[in-house]
Protein backbone atom coordinates (compact mmCIF):
# COMPACT_ATOMS: atom_id res chain seq x y z
CA UNK A 1 0.00 0.00 0.00
CA UNK A 2 1.50 3.56 -0.50
CA UNK A 3 1.83 5.04 2.53
CA UNK A 4 0.76 8.87 3.77
CA UNK A 5 4.22 10.50 2.76
CA UNK A 6 2.97 10.04 -1.06
CA UNK A 7 -0.04 12.05 -0.16
CA UNK A 8 1.71 14.70 1.93
CA UNK A 9 4.73 14.64 -0.52
CA UNK A 10 2.26 15.62 -3.26
CA UNK A 11 0.26 18.01 -1.63
CA UNK A 12 3.10 20.34 -1.31
CA UNK A 13 2.67 20.66 -4.92
CA UNK A 14 -0.97 21.54 -4.95
CA UNK A 15 -1.66 25.05 -5.47
CA UNK A 16 -5.33 26.89 -4.29
CA UNK A 17 -8.24 26.37 -6.87
CA UNK A 18 -11.62 27.48 -6.15
CA UNK A 19 -14.33 26.64 -8.62
CA UNK A 20 -18.10 26.92 -8.69
CA UNK A 21 -20.34 24.46 -7.77
CA UNK A 22 -21.10 21.50 -9.96
CA UNK A 23 -24.03 21.43 -11.85
CA UNK A 24 -25.44 17.90 -11.59
CA UNK A 25 -27.77 15.96 -13.77
CA UNK A 26 -27.48 13.12 -12.31
CA UNK A 27 -27.04 11.50 -9.22
CA UNK A 28 -23.51 11.20 -8.37
CA UNK A 29 -22.34 8.13 -5.96
CA UNK A 30 -20.16 9.00 -3.23
CA UNK A 31 -16.54 8.68 -4.27
CA UNK A 32 -14.66 10.03 -1.52
CA UNK A 33 -14.15 13.39 -2.74
CA UNK A 34 -16.52 16.51 -2.21
CA UNK A 35 -17.81 18.70 -4.64
CA UNK A 36 -15.20 20.84 -5.30
CA UNK A 37 -12.31 18.40 -5.15
CA UNK A 38 -15.09 16.20 -7.97
CA UNK A 39 -14.98 19.41 -10.12
CA UNK A 40 -10.91 20.27 -9.85
CA UNK A 41 -10.93 16.25 -10.71
CA UNK A 42 -13.07 17.11 -13.51
CA UNK A 43 -10.65 19.89 -14.94
CA UNK A 44 -7.45 20.03 -13.34
CA UNK A 45 -5.09 21.37 -16.14
CA UNK A 46 -2.54 18.47 -16.51
CA UNK A 47 -0.49 20.33 -19.46
CA UNK A 48 -2.56 18.67 -22.25
CA UNK A 49 -2.51 21.34 -24.92
CA UNK A 50 -4.66 20.39 -28.10
CA UNK A 51 -6.07 23.61 -29.63
CA UNK A 52 -6.84 26.73 -28.34
CA UNK A 53 -10.41 27.57 -26.05
CA UNK A 54 -11.44 29.75 -28.86
CA UNK A 55 -10.63 27.67 -31.61
CA UNK A 56 -12.97 24.86 -29.95
CA UNK A 57 -15.45 27.27 -29.42
CA UNK A 58 -15.75 28.43 -33.02
CA UNK A 59 -15.07 25.59 -34.68
CA UNK A 60 -17.95 23.49 -36.61
CA UNK A 61 -17.62 19.57 -36.92
CA UNK A 62 -16.68 18.72 -40.04
CA UNK A 63 -16.04 15.20 -39.90
CA UNK A 64 -15.58 13.24 -43.36
CA UNK A 65 -18.67 10.78 -41.98
CA UNK A 66 -20.98 13.88 -42.22
CA UNK A 67 -23.09 12.93 -39.10
CA UNK A 68 -22.45 16.39 -37.14
CA UNK A 69 -21.19 17.90 -40.06
CA UNK A 70 -22.55 22.05 -39.13
CA UNK A 71 -22.80 21.76 -35.78
CA UNK A 72 -20.21 23.53 -33.28
CA UNK A 73 -18.26 20.74 -32.06
CA UNK A 74 -18.49 21.36 -28.27
CA UNK A 75 -22.09 20.37 -29.21
CA UNK A 76 -20.76 16.78 -30.67
CA UNK A 77 -18.83 15.45 -28.11
CA UNK A 78 -20.86 12.80 -26.68
CA UNK A 79 -19.87 10.35 -29.70
CA UNK A 80 -16.34 10.45 -28.31
CA UNK A 81 -17.66 9.27 -25.20
CA UNK A 82 -17.28 12.32 -23.34
CA UNK A 83 -19.57 13.33 -20.69
CA UNK A 84 -21.37 16.77 -20.38
CA UNK A 85 -20.48 19.26 -17.62
CA UNK A 86 -23.50 21.64 -17.49
CA UNK A 87 -21.55 23.70 -14.48
CA UNK A 88 -18.07 24.35 -16.91
CA UNK A 89 -18.22 28.26 -17.47
CA UNK A 90 -16.42 27.30 -20.78
CA UNK A 91 -19.09 24.66 -22.05
CA UNK A 92 -16.39 22.03 -21.89
CA UNK A 93 -17.29 18.24 -21.19
CA UNK A 94 -15.70 16.38 -17.87
CA UNK A 95 -12.56 15.22 -18.66
CA UNK A 96 -10.96 18.69 -20.71
CA UNK A 97 -9.93 21.66 -19.58
CA UNK A 98 -8.55 25.13 -20.17
CA UNK A 99 -5.47 26.88 -18.77
CA UNK A 100 -3.16 29.41 -20.17
CA UNK A 101 -0.20 28.38 -22.31
CA UNK A 102 3.45 29.22 -22.13
CA UNK A 103 4.42 27.50 -25.59
CA UNK A 104 6.18 30.24 -27.96
CA UNK A 105 3.38 29.73 -30.50
CA UNK A 106 0.27 29.92 -28.14
CA UNK A 107 2.24 32.62 -26.13
CA UNK A 108 -0.62 34.07 -23.68
CA UNK A 109 -3.71 31.84 -25.27
CA UNK A 110 -5.99 29.68 -23.40
CA UNK A 111 -5.37 26.54 -24.68
CA UNK A 112 -7.99 23.15 -24.13
CA UNK A 113 -6.48 20.06 -22.83
CA UNK A 114 -7.43 16.69 -21.80
CA UNK A 115 -7.56 15.33 -17.78
CA UNK A 116 -7.54 12.63 -16.06
CA UNK A 117 -11.44 12.27 -15.71
CA UNK A 118 -11.96 11.90 -19.50
CA UNK A 119 -11.03 7.86 -18.88
CA UNK A 120 -11.70 7.90 -15.33
CA UNK A 121 -15.19 9.10 -14.83
CA UNK A 122 -18.04 6.98 -16.11
CA UNK A 123 -22.08 6.62 -15.85
CA UNK A 124 -24.17 3.86 -15.98
CA UNK A 125 -27.99 3.95 -17.13
CA UNK A 126 -30.95 1.80 -16.09
CA UNK A 127 -34.69 2.16 -16.42
CA UNK A 128 -34.44 6.21 -17.60
CA UNK A 129 -31.99 6.74 -14.00
CA UNK A 130 -28.02 7.92 -14.44
CA UNK A 131 -25.92 7.04 -12.13
CA UNK A 132 -22.19 9.06 -12.55
CA UNK A 133 -19.17 7.36 -10.56
CA UNK A 134 -15.67 8.93 -10.06
CA UNK A 135 -13.21 6.96 -10.78
CA UNK A 136 -14.74 4.10 -13.04
CA UNK A 137 -13.56 3.76 -16.54
CA UNK A 138 -15.17 5.98 -19.53
CA UNK A 139 -16.36 5.18 -23.02
CA UNK A 140 -13.77 8.43 -24.47
CA UNK A 141 -12.81 7.47 -27.80
CA UNK A 142 -10.04 9.81 -27.61
CA UNK A 143 -8.43 8.57 -31.50
CA UNK A 144 -12.18 9.09 -33.27
CA UNK A 145 -12.28 12.96 -31.25
CA UNK A 146 -8.74 13.45 -32.74
CA UNK A 147 -9.52 12.04 -35.74
CA UNK A 148 -12.43 14.45 -36.57
CA UNK A 149 -11.04 17.47 -34.92
CA UNK A 150 -8.07 17.33 -37.10
CA UNK A 151 -10.67 16.94 -40.22
CA UNK A 152 -12.73 19.83 -38.91
CA UNK A 153 -9.54 22.40 -38.52
CA UNK A 154 -9.00 20.73 -42.41
CA UNK A 155 -12.09 21.52 -43.81
CA UNK A 156 -11.89 25.35 -41.96
CA UNK A 157 -8.28 25.99 -43.75
CA UNK A 158 -9.51 25.10 -47.24
CA UNK A 159 -10.68 28.76 -48.24
CA UNK A 160 -10.53 31.87 -47.15
CA UNK A 161 -14.45 31.98 -46.89
CA UNK A 162 -14.12 29.72 -44.03
CA UNK A 163 -11.64 30.81 -42.00
CA UNK A 164 -13.11 34.47 -41.99
CA UNK A 165 -16.28 33.03 -41.01
CA UNK A 166 -14.59 31.23 -38.27
CA UNK A 167 -12.37 34.20 -37.01
CA UNK A 168 -15.76 35.85 -36.64
CA UNK A 169 -17.49 33.15 -35.00
CA UNK A 170 -14.14 33.54 -32.59
CA UNK A 171 -14.82 37.32 -31.72
CA UNK A 172 -17.66 36.75 -29.82
CA UNK A 173 -15.04 34.83 -27.46
CA UNK A 174 -13.62 36.72 -24.52
CA UNK A 175 -10.88 34.42 -24.90
CA UNK A 176 -10.27 35.76 -28.37
CA UNK A 177 -12.20 39.00 -28.97
CA UNK A 178 -10.59 40.29 -26.18
CA UNK A 179 -6.76 39.64 -27.56
CA UNK A 180 -7.93 40.86 -31.03
CA UNK A 181 -9.23 43.93 -29.70
CA UNK A 182 -6.14 44.82 -27.82
CA UNK A 183 -3.33 43.50 -30.43
CA UNK A 184 -5.12 44.12 -33.78
CA UNK A 185 -7.63 46.74 -33.33
CA UNK A 186 -8.71 47.64 -37.03
CA UNK A 187 -8.46 43.85 -38.15
CA UNK A 188 -10.79 43.49 -35.02
CA UNK A 189 -12.89 46.37 -36.39
CA UNK A 190 -13.33 45.35 -39.71
CA UNK A 191 -14.16 41.30 -38.98
CA UNK A 192 -16.82 43.24 -36.76
CA UNK A 193 -18.28 45.36 -39.61
CA UNK A 194 -18.47 42.63 -41.76
CA UNK A 195 -20.81 39.14 -42.30
CA UNK A 196 -18.82 37.71 -44.62
CA UNK A 197 -15.62 37.76 -46.66
CA UNK A 198 -17.54 39.21 -49.95
CA UNK A 199 -18.45 42.03 -47.82
CA UNK A 200 -15.23 42.40 -46.69
CA UNK A 201 -13.43 42.28 -49.40
CA UNK A 202 -16.21 44.09 -51.96
CA UNK A 203 -14.47 47.17 -53.84
CA UNK A 204 -10.81 46.18 -52.24
CA UNK A 205 -9.08 44.09 -54.81
CA UNK A 206 -5.83 44.98 -52.96
CA UNK A 207 -6.75 43.65 -49.79
CA UNK A 208 -8.25 40.12 -51.51
CA UNK A 209 -4.67 40.08 -53.22
CA UNK A 210 -3.23 39.97 -50.05
CA UNK A 211 -5.25 37.23 -48.27
CA UNK A 212 -4.23 35.11 -51.20
CA UNK A 213 -0.59 35.64 -51.03
CA UNK A 214 -1.08 35.32 -47.20
CA UNK A 215 -2.27 31.86 -47.73
CA UNK A 216 0.00 30.94 -50.31
CA UNK A 217 3.30 32.13 -47.77
CA UNK A 218 1.80 29.97 -45.49
CA UNK A 219 0.88 26.77 -47.88
CA UNK A 220 4.69 27.39 -48.91
CA UNK A 221 6.62 27.16 -45.44
CA UNK A 222 6.72 23.21 -44.24
CA UNK A 223 4.46 22.33 -41.96
CA UNK A 224 6.91 20.97 -39.14
CA UNK A 225 8.46 24.80 -39.08
CA UNK A 226 5.28 26.50 -38.25
CA UNK A 227 4.93 26.17 -34.44
CA UNK A 228 8.25 27.12 -33.29
CA UNK A 229 7.42 30.82 -32.26
CA UNK A 230 9.51 32.99 -30.40
CA UNK A 231 11.63 36.20 -32.22
CA UNK A 232 12.48 34.60 -35.53
CA UNK A 233 8.98 34.24 -36.35
CA UNK A 234 8.08 37.39 -34.83
CA UNK A 235 10.15 39.28 -37.07
CA UNK A 236 9.76 37.31 -40.05
CA UNK A 237 5.84 38.13 -40.00
CA UNK A 238 6.59 41.55 -38.83
CA UNK A 239 8.71 42.10 -41.85
CA UNK A 240 6.29 39.87 -44.14
CA UNK A 241 3.54 42.33 -43.36
CA UNK A 242 5.68 45.54 -44.19
CA UNK A 243 6.15 44.21 -47.45
CA UNK A 244 2.36 43.90 -47.73
CA UNK A 245 1.69 47.59 -46.07
CA UNK A 246 1.97 49.76 -49.26
CA UNK A 247 -0.54 47.14 -51.02
CA UNK A 248 -2.87 47.44 -48.27
CA UNK A 249 -2.32 49.98 -46.23
CA UNK A 250 -4.40 49.82 -42.80
CA UNK A 251 -6.41 46.41 -44.11
CA UNK A 252 -2.49 45.31 -43.79
CA UNK A 253 -3.60 44.17 -39.39
CA UNK A 254 -6.74 41.69 -41.47
CA UNK A 255 -3.88 39.89 -43.11
CA UNK A 256 -1.62 39.61 -40.32
CA UNK A 257 -5.29 37.75 -38.69
CA UNK A 258 -5.07 35.51 -41.81
CA UNK A 259 -1.60 34.74 -41.38
CA UNK A 260 -1.72 34.07 -37.69
CA UNK A 261 -4.95 31.67 -38.39
CA UNK A 262 -3.64 29.96 -41.24
CA UNK A 263 -0.01 29.66 -39.37
CA UNK A 264 -1.69 28.48 -36.34
CA UNK A 265 -4.05 26.09 -37.39
CA UNK A 266 -1.28 24.41 -40.21
CA UNK A 267 1.19 23.94 -37.93
CA UNK A 268 -2.27 22.84 -35.28
CA UNK A 269 -3.09 20.13 -37.94
CA UNK A 270 0.22 18.81 -38.56
CA UNK A 271 0.76 17.90 -35.12
CA UNK A 272 -2.80 16.22 -34.53
CA UNK A 273 -1.96 14.26 -37.61
CA UNK A 274 1.84 13.39 -36.68
CA UNK A 275 -0.14 12.12 -33.24
CA UNK A 276 -2.75 9.80 -35.46
CA UNK A 277 0.13 8.17 -37.58
CA UNK A 278 1.79 6.90 -34.43
CA UNK A 279 -1.64 4.86 -33.13
CA UNK A 280 -2.53 3.91 -37.02
CA UNK A 281 1.14 2.92 -37.71
CA UNK A 282 0.67 -0.39 -39.62
CA UNK A 283 -2.45 -2.46 -39.47
CA UNK A 284 -4.05 -1.52 -36.24
CA UNK A 285 -6.81 -3.38 -33.93
CA UNK A 286 -9.88 -0.08 -33.68
CA UNK A 287 -9.77 0.41 -29.86
CA UNK A 288 -13.16 1.18 -29.96
CA UNK A 289 -14.87 3.36 -26.76
CA UNK A 290 -13.15 2.94 -23.84
CA UNK A 291 -9.63 1.77 -24.78
CA UNK A 292 -6.45 2.22 -25.98
CA UNK A 293 -2.97 0.52 -26.61
CA UNK A 294 -1.10 3.02 -23.86
CA UNK A 295 2.50 0.94 -24.07
CA UNK A 296 2.59 1.16 -28.08
CA UNK A 297 1.13 4.75 -28.20
CA UNK A 298 4.06 5.64 -25.49
CA UNK A 299 6.62 3.82 -27.63
CA UNK A 300 5.72 5.00 -31.08
CA UNK A 301 5.78 8.54 -29.85
CA UNK A 302 8.72 8.67 -27.59
CA UNK A 303 10.87 6.92 -29.75
CA UNK A 304 11.85 6.95 -34.02
CA UNK A 305 9.63 4.80 -36.31
CA UNK A 306 12.50 2.36 -36.71
CA UNK A 307 11.41 1.27 -33.39
CA UNK A 308 7.18 1.56 -33.56
CA UNK A 309 4.88 -1.49 -33.24
CA UNK A 310 1.09 -1.62 -34.42
CA UNK A 311 -1.45 -0.64 -32.04
CA UNK A 312 -3.22 -3.66 -31.37
CA UNK A 313 -3.50 -4.34 -27.35
CA UNK A 314 -5.58 -2.43 -26.48
CA UNK A 315 -6.77 -2.26 -22.80
CA UNK A 316 -9.49 -0.78 -21.24
CA UNK A 317 -9.43 2.29 -18.99
CA UNK A 318 -9.13 0.87 -15.58
CA UNK A 319 -10.91 2.29 -12.78
CA UNK A 320 -8.75 4.30 -9.93
CA UNK A 321 -10.30 3.36 -6.08
CA UNK A 322 -7.42 0.63 -6.57
CA UNK A 323 -4.68 2.95 -7.20
CA UNK A 324 -4.49 3.92 -3.28
CA UNK A 325 -3.71 0.44 -2.53
CA UNK A 326 -1.27 -0.56 -5.54
CA UNK A 327 2.08 -0.61 -5.45
CA UNK A 328 2.62 -1.95 -9.02
CA UNK A 329 0.29 0.23 -11.31
CA UNK A 330 -0.92 -0.21 -15.00
CA UNK A 331 -2.67 -3.75 -16.40
CA UNK A 332 0.78 -5.33 -16.36
CA UNK A 333 2.49 -4.23 -12.92
CA UNK A 334 5.38 -2.66 -15.13
CA UNK A 335 5.97 -0.02 -12.86
CA UNK A 336 6.16 2.07 -9.23
CA UNK A 337 6.13 5.07 -11.18
CA UNK A 338 3.65 8.42 -10.15
CA UNK A 339 5.57 10.86 -11.99
CA UNK A 340 7.31 9.51 -15.03
CA UNK A 341 4.21 7.11 -15.91
CA UNK A 342 1.95 10.74 -15.39
CA UNK A 343 4.39 12.45 -17.58
CA UNK A 344 3.84 10.09 -20.37
CA UNK A 345 0.26 10.08 -20.04
CA UNK A 346 0.16 13.56 -20.36
CA UNK A 347 2.30 14.23 -23.74
CA UNK A 348 0.16 11.11 -24.95
CA UNK A 349 -2.92 13.26 -24.11
CA UNK A 350 -1.63 16.07 -26.67
CA UNK A 351 0.65 17.68 -24.37
CA UNK A 352 3.72 20.28 -26.61
CA UNK A 353 6.69 18.66 -26.17
CA UNK A 354 9.99 18.77 -27.74
CA UNK A 355 11.89 15.24 -28.08
CA UNK A 356 15.16 16.94 -28.88
CA UNK A 357 15.38 18.95 -25.81
CA UNK A 358 12.79 16.84 -23.77
CA UNK A 359 10.62 20.09 -22.81
CA UNK A 360 7.07 19.68 -22.80
CA UNK A 361 4.18 21.88 -21.21
CA UNK A 362 3.23 18.58 -18.71
CA UNK A 363 2.14 20.67 -15.76
CA UNK A 364 3.78 18.80 -12.52
CA UNK A 365 1.32 20.78 -10.13
CA UNK A 366 -1.92 19.39 -12.34
CA UNK A 367 -0.07 15.80 -12.48
CA UNK A 368 0.35 16.18 -8.21
CA UNK A 369 -3.08 17.47 -7.79
CA UNK A 370 -4.86 14.58 -9.83
CA UNK A 371 -2.90 12.21 -7.62
CA UNK A 372 -3.73 13.34 -4.86
CA UNK A 373 -7.22 13.37 -5.78
CA UNK A 374 -7.37 9.85 -7.77
CA UNK A 375 -6.32 8.41 -4.25
CA UNK A 376 -8.80 10.06 -2.26
CA UNK A 377 -11.00 7.82 -4.66
CA UNK A 378 -12.91 5.03 -3.15
CA UNK A 379 -15.31 2.09 -4.37
CA UNK A 380 -19.08 3.07 -5.30
CA UNK A 381 -21.35 1.34 -2.96
CA UNK A 382 -24.32 -0.54 -4.90
CA UNK A 383 -27.16 2.36 -5.70
CA UNK A 384 -29.63 -0.34 -4.45
CA UNK A 385 -32.46 2.37 -5.28
CA UNK A 386 -31.62 2.33 -8.48
CA UNK A 387 -30.13 -0.87 -9.44
CA UNK A 388 -32.43 -2.64 -6.83
CA UNK A 389 -31.51 -4.66 -3.52
CA UNK A 390 -28.84 -6.97 -2.75
CA UNK A 391 -30.81 -10.35 -1.71
CA UNK A 392 -28.84 -10.53 1.34
CA UNK A 393 -29.31 -14.69 2.12
CA UNK A 394 -28.00 -15.11 -2.00
CA UNK A 395 -25.20 -12.89 -0.95
CA UNK A 396 -24.01 -14.58 1.96
CA UNK A 397 -23.78 -17.83 -0.02
CA UNK A 398 -22.13 -15.80 -2.43
CA UNK A 399 -19.45 -14.81 0.07
CA UNK A 400 -18.67 -18.38 0.82
CA UNK A 401 -17.92 -19.52 -2.96
CA UNK A 402 -15.79 -16.19 -3.45
CA UNK A 403 -13.77 -17.58 -0.67
CA UNK A 404 -13.13 -20.71 -2.53
CA UNK A 405 -13.17 -19.58 -6.16
CA UNK A 406 -11.69 -15.51 -6.05
CA UNK A 407 -9.39 -14.69 -2.49
CA UNK A 408 -6.72 -15.98 -3.61
CA UNK A 409 -6.21 -13.29 -6.02
CA UNK A 410 -8.01 -10.48 -5.65
CA UNK A 411 -8.40 -9.66 -1.69
CA UNK A 412 -5.42 -7.46 -2.23
CA UNK A 413 -3.46 -6.31 -5.49
CA UNK A 414 -1.15 -9.27 -6.80
CA UNK A 415 0.24 -10.58 -10.26
CA UNK A 416 -0.57 -13.78 -12.11
CA UNK A 417 1.80 -15.16 -14.51
CA UNK A 418 0.87 -14.87 -18.54
CA UNK A 419 0.48 -18.84 -18.69
CA UNK A 420 -1.71 -18.96 -16.15
CA UNK A 421 -3.78 -16.54 -16.35
CA UNK A 422 -4.46 -17.63 -20.00
CA UNK A 423 -5.73 -14.23 -21.32
CA UNK A 424 -4.80 -12.16 -24.32
CA UNK A 425 -0.88 -11.73 -24.33
CA UNK A 426 -0.23 -9.21 -26.78
CA UNK A 427 -0.54 -6.42 -24.18
CA UNK A 428 2.28 -7.57 -21.87
CA UNK A 429 4.57 -8.84 -24.81
CA UNK A 430 4.13 -5.47 -26.59
CA UNK A 431 5.58 -4.13 -23.63
CA UNK A 432 8.97 -6.27 -23.50
CA UNK A 433 9.49 -6.07 -26.85
CA UNK A 434 13.29 -4.19 -26.83
CA UNK A 435 13.91 -1.94 -29.44
CA UNK A 436 15.83 -2.27 -32.61
CA UNK A 437 19.65 -1.59 -30.26
CA UNK A 438 18.61 -3.97 -28.54
CA UNK A 439 17.56 -1.66 -25.14
CA UNK A 440 15.06 -2.82 -23.26
CA UNK A 441 11.84 -0.87 -23.91
CA UNK A 442 11.06 0.08 -20.00
CA UNK A 443 14.13 0.79 -18.83
CA UNK A 444 14.64 3.42 -22.52
CA UNK A 445 11.42 4.54 -21.69
CA UNK A 446 12.10 5.45 -18.10
CA UNK A 447 15.39 7.30 -18.98
CA UNK A 448 13.37 9.12 -21.69
CA UNK A 449 10.67 10.49 -18.93
CA UNK A 450 13.22 11.04 -16.36
CA UNK A 451 14.86 13.87 -18.84
CA UNK A 452 11.38 15.08 -19.28
CA UNK A 453 10.65 14.87 -15.56
CA UNK A 454 14.10 16.80 -14.92
CA UNK A 455 13.38 19.55 -17.20
CA UNK A 456 9.65 19.94 -15.76
CA UNK A 457 11.17 20.01 -12.59
CA UNK A 458 13.89 22.74 -13.44
CA UNK A 459 11.13 25.16 -15.57
CA UNK A 460 8.65 24.82 -13.03
CA UNK A 461 10.82 25.48 -10.22
CA UNK A 462 9.98 22.67 -7.60
CA UNK A 463 12.25 22.35 -4.96
CA UNK A 464 14.63 20.35 -4.08
CA UNK A 465 13.18 19.36 -0.70
CA UNK A 466 9.82 18.27 -2.37
CA UNK A 467 11.33 16.55 -5.51
CA UNK A 468 13.15 14.39 -2.60
CA UNK A 469 10.05 13.50 -1.01
CA UNK A 470 7.96 13.04 -4.28
CA UNK A 471 10.03 10.79 -5.31
CA UNK A 472 10.82 9.17 -2.27
CA UNK A 473 6.97 8.50 -1.92
CA UNK A 474 6.70 6.79 -5.36
CA UNK A 475 9.92 5.89 -6.37
CA UNK A 476 10.47 5.47 -10.33
CA UNK A 477 11.17 2.02 -11.01
CA UNK A 478 10.07 -0.23 -13.81
CA UNK A 479 10.11 -3.81 -14.87
CA UNK A 480 10.23 -6.13 -17.78
CA UNK A 481 6.63 -8.39 -16.50
CA UNK A 482 4.88 -10.93 -17.97
CA UNK A 483 1.94 -10.88 -15.94
CA UNK A 484 -1.12 -8.89 -15.27
CA UNK A 485 -2.43 -7.19 -12.48
CA UNK A 486 -5.24 -9.20 -9.95
CA UNK A 487 -7.00 -6.62 -8.40
CA UNK A 488 -9.74 -5.93 -4.98
CA UNK A 489 -13.16 -6.43 -6.74
CA UNK A 490 -14.77 -3.78 -4.75
CA UNK A 491 -16.81 -1.52 -7.32
CA UNK A 492 -16.11 -4.08 -9.47
CA UNK A 493 -19.58 -3.89 -10.74
CA UNK A 494 -19.24 -0.43 -12.03
CA UNK A 495 -15.69 -1.60 -14.34
CA UNK A 496 -17.85 -3.13 -17.52
CA UNK A 497 -16.00 -4.82 -20.08
CA UNK A 498 -14.18 -7.08 -17.71
CA UNK A 499 -10.28 -8.58 -18.85
CA UNK A 500 -7.48 -6.26 -19.14
CA UNK A 501 -8.67 -5.76 -22.58
CA UNK A 502 -12.06 -5.61 -22.31
CA UNK A 503 -13.34 -8.35 -24.09
CA UNK A 504 -16.31 -9.89 -21.67
CA UNK A 505 -19.73 -7.87 -21.58
CA UNK A 506 -20.37 -9.03 -18.19
CA UNK A 507 -19.05 -10.44 -15.02
CA UNK A 508 -21.79 -13.17 -15.66
CA UNK A 509 -19.95 -13.95 -19.11
CA UNK A 510 -16.70 -13.68 -17.46
CA UNK A 511 -17.50 -16.83 -14.98
CA UNK A 512 -19.03 -18.63 -18.25
CA UNK A 513 -16.24 -21.15 -20.35
CA UNK A 514 -14.46 -18.98 -22.63
CA UNK A 515 -16.60 -20.71 -25.34
CA UNK A 516 -19.67 -19.95 -24.10
CA UNK A 517 -18.42 -16.21 -24.08
CA UNK A 518 -20.03 -13.93 -26.06
CA UNK A 519 -17.68 -14.04 -29.49
CA UNK A 520 -19.01 -10.00 -30.65
CA UNK A 521 -20.90 -7.23 -28.09
CA UNK A 522 -22.30 -3.65 -28.75
CA UNK A 523 -19.75 -1.72 -26.99
CA UNK A 524 -20.16 2.27 -26.34
CA UNK A 525 -23.17 2.32 -24.49
CA UNK A 526 -23.94 3.03 -20.95
CA UNK A 527 -26.89 0.76 -20.38
CA UNK A 528 -26.81 -1.56 -17.32
CA UNK A 529 -27.20 -4.95 -16.51
CA UNK A 530 -28.05 -5.31 -12.92
CA UNK A 531 -28.45 -9.12 -13.07
CA UNK A 532 -25.48 -10.03 -14.93
CA UNK A 533 -23.45 -7.26 -14.08
CA UNK A 534 -22.13 -5.03 -16.98
CA UNK A 535 -23.13 -3.59 -20.16
CA UNK A 536 -26.27 -5.16 -21.81
CA UNK A 537 -25.93 -6.85 -25.13
CA UNK A 538 -29.23 -5.34 -26.53
CA UNK A 539 -28.88 -1.76 -26.51
CA UNK A 540 -31.03 0.41 -28.30
CA UNK A 541 -28.65 2.11 -30.60
CA UNK A 542 -25.14 0.27 -31.35
CA UNK A 543 -22.75 2.39 -31.41
CA UNK A 544 -19.63 -0.01 -32.01
CA UNK A 545 -19.18 -3.70 -32.04
CA UNK A 546 -16.71 -5.66 -30.17
CA UNK A 547 -14.90 -8.73 -32.29
CA UNK A 548 -12.98 -11.24 -30.17
CA UNK A 549 -11.14 -12.48 -33.61
CA UNK A 550 -9.09 -9.11 -33.95
CA UNK A 551 -5.58 -9.00 -32.78
CA UNK A 552 -5.81 -8.15 -28.93
CA UNK A 553 -9.24 -8.81 -28.48
CA UNK A 554 -9.23 -12.54 -27.32
CA UNK A 555 -11.67 -13.36 -24.69
CA UNK A 556 -9.88 -16.58 -23.77
CA UNK A 557 -8.05 -17.46 -19.91
CA UNK A 558 -9.62 -16.28 -16.44
CA UNK A 559 -11.07 -19.67 -16.02
CA UNK A 560 -11.69 -19.28 -12.11
CA UNK A 561 -15.08 -19.72 -11.26
CA UNK A 562 -16.06 -21.11 -14.47
CA UNK A 563 -17.42 -24.56 -13.59
CA UNK A 564 -18.96 -23.19 -11.55
CA UNK A 565 -23.45 -24.16 -12.10
CA UNK A 566 -26.07 -21.20 -12.51
CA UNK A 567 -27.25 -21.03 -8.91
CA UNK A 568 -23.73 -20.11 -7.39
CA UNK A 569 -22.77 -18.45 -9.94
CA UNK A 570 -25.77 -16.30 -9.49
CA UNK A 571 -25.05 -16.08 -5.64
CA UNK A 572 -21.43 -15.28 -6.56
CA UNK A 573 -22.66 -12.12 -8.31
CA UNK A 574 -24.82 -10.96 -5.14
CA UNK A 575 -21.88 -10.99 -3.01
CA UNK A 576 -20.15 -8.85 -5.61
CA UNK A 577 -22.25 -6.24 -5.17
CA UNK A 578 -22.10 -5.88 -1.60
CA UNK A 579 -18.42 -5.38 -1.62
Not at 90 to 111: N, Q, V
Not at 191 to 217: C, I, T, V, W, Y
Not at 415 to 427: A, K, N, Q
Request: charged share 25%.
Amino acid sequence: MLDSARRIALTLLLTAVAPAALAEQTQTLESGLDAKERRLFYHAPLGSELVPLAWIEALENAAADGADNGKPFLETVARYGLLADPGNRHGLPIGMTAAESDHPSFKDRIMVGFTCAACHVGELRYQGQVVRIDGAPNLLRIELFIQHLAESLGATLKSKKKVFAFVKRMRDHTSYGTRMAENTPDSHKLFGEHDSLDSLLKGDPKLARALNEAQAEVARVEASALGHGGDAAKKNKQGWLARLREKVGTNAAVVGTYFDVFKLLKSRLAFLIKMRKVGGYMPTTDPGPGRNDDWTLGRNVVFKEADWLAAQASVSYPDLWGYNDAKWLTWNGATTSGMERGIATVIGMFAQFDQKKHTSSVSIRGLAVADKLALQIQPPRWPAKIFGPIDGEKAKRGEQIYRQQCASCHDKPGFTDLHEIGTDPLHALGYVTPLNDGRPFPAAFSADMTKYKASAYKAQKVSPDVIAKVEAAAPDVWKSVYRYVSRPLAGAWATAPYLHNGSVPTIHDLLLPPAQRPRSFPVGHRDFDPVKLGHTTDPKVVVWTFDVGEPGNDNGGHLYGTDLDEGDRMALLEYLKSL
